[in-house]
């Protein structure tokens, strides 16, 4: 067992390596309550993790239901990208409850209230702050100096789907030293009524004249998120329900907004905006994620 600070990483079991190879998963806990699972990923040719290379290192929220596809998504285009850097993938989640979510991802994801505004009694503490610290005193030293202390980590990426794709733009805004490149895919820009789109602002007043780079930023969303069609087998009752609900969110405006707001940002070095044509919430989890490793490899 690894400890850093008041933090403990127990391994789980492993995978066996004709199942899953170079795969591990840790339970990380800071003997307070605070729990994660974490999986991390590396490339089928490292025969150990004593490698001496340079490699890159994709940090993916929600990694109980996208750790795994970008792992294999990594792993498999390699006889077709044949200059593919070696990369790291590390998913953060959560031990499995009785529930869809944990209820810490609530907290983790949720950015601080605007100054002046009245938070709802009923809502979860802002943790987004806290998660910025472990993301970048906890996991990332555990990742470089425990697990791979011979390896040349060159750039990070952060990719982050929903609510985690509402916490990828509050760490852009705030910490855009913290990764080379940020992914957000059907970010929850329609929380607190859109207040986020209000702070893009902030990233203009951050000095970021020490960095080797600026940041790059990918948005992505799906073009059934705003605008569902009619499934074969539904109602026009159970459809005009549904579709009542998902357009409260207004994906596409959204999210063309925050690219319009956001482009052209000096303190970034390039931004770009995909719909994915056809796709719904959950289906632009998986095309953003394998995009947003193109993204991240192709500079």
């Not at 795969?23 to 991390?40: A, F, H, K, R």
């Not at 490698?51 to 993916?60: C, K, N, P, R, T």
């Not at 005009?240 to 940002?265: A, P, Q, V």
Request: glycine letters at 8%.
């Amino acid at each position: 067992m690894a400890a850093l600070a008041n933090w403990s990483f127990a391994p789980l079991p492993p995978f066996a390596p004709t199942i899953f190879p170079n795969i591990q998963l840790w339970n990380v806990s800071d003997g307070l309550g605070l729990e994660y699972q974490v999986e991390v990923s590396w490339p089928f040719e490292w025969t150990s993790q004593e490698a001496e290379v340079s490699a890159l290192a994709m940090y993916v929220l929600d990694g109980n239901a996208l750790g795994m596809t970008a792992a294999e998504a990594l792993k498999r285009r390699g006889p077709v990208e044949f200059a593919q850097p070696d990369t790291v993938v590390v998913a953060i989640g959560y031990p499995l409850t009785d529930t869809v979510y944990s209820p810490q991802r609530n907290i983790d994801f949720r950015p601080p209230l605007p100054k002046g505004s009245e938070p709802n009694p009923d809502d979860p503490p802002s943790g987004a702050e806290d998660f910025i610290v472990f993301l970048e005193d906890v996991l990332r030293p555990f990742v470089r100096d425990t697990l791979f202390p011979n390896v040349n980590f060159t750039r990070d990426a952060l990719y982050g789907h929903s609510f985690g794709g509402l916490f990828s733009i509050y760490a852009l805004l705030t910490r855009p030293d913290l990764f080379d490149t940020f992914i957000t895919a059907s970010p929850a820009i329609f929380w607190n009524n859109g207040s986020i789109l209000d702070e893009v602002g902030r990233l203009q007043k951050i000095d970021t004249s020490g960095e080797k780079s600026k940041p790059a930023f990918a948005i992505g969303y799906g073009s059934l998120e705003q605008f569902p069609i009619k499934r074969r087998t539904e109602t026009q009752e159970d459809f005009e329900f549904r579709k009542s609900i998902i357009e409260t969110f207004k994906m596409t405006d959204n999210c063309n907004e925050l690219y319009k707001r956001i482009l052209g940002n000096p303190k970034l070095r390039d931004v770009v905006l995909k719909e994915y044509e056809g796709q719904d919430h959950f289906g632009v989890g998986a095309s953003a994620l394998t995009d947003g490793i193109d993204y991240f490899l192709d500079w």
